[in-house]
């Protein structure tokens, strides 16, 4: 992690329902000595009480009992969308950047395109950042598209060694 560019923020996204806060707390401190953002999945509270620099709202939250916090002034809310009706809530929810996924094709979800997309580019009250099916191949067209940023997993991701080690 301390080889990735600076600009690019770490989400922690707990697969189970409770987060692990002692492995929270390490990445924290670990962000802030390598001044890396992080940002926390679905728990706004817990992200301002840590300090983080965000909280991560996903599509399957509609919840805006979290509008009423006080945010710090770098504090960013960011969400996800699949669709404009998840857009139109995530925009209610007052989040200041949405990943509108999937843009191109991935695994077995049909992509939205690039020219069906054009309705979120009408709204410029938040950034919108493509992901889903985003590789070395088709990243220019998103320099076409206005795009504010990008985010990938497997774009990022490196296959690791057969001894199986990661780092």
Known sequence: MKDLDKNISLIWRSKNNKDDLKTIYKLANFCRKNKRNLILSNNVKLALKLKLN?????????????????????????GSAHNIIEVNIKKAQKIDEIFISPIFKYKNKSPLGIHRIKYFFEDNSYKKIALGGINKKNINLLCLIKFSGFAGISLFKKKAPKNGALF
């Open 54 to 78: 965000g909280a991560y709202i996903s599509a399957h939250n509609k919840d805006y009992r979290f509008n009423s916090y006080k945010f710090r002034k770098n504090f960013k809310l960011i």
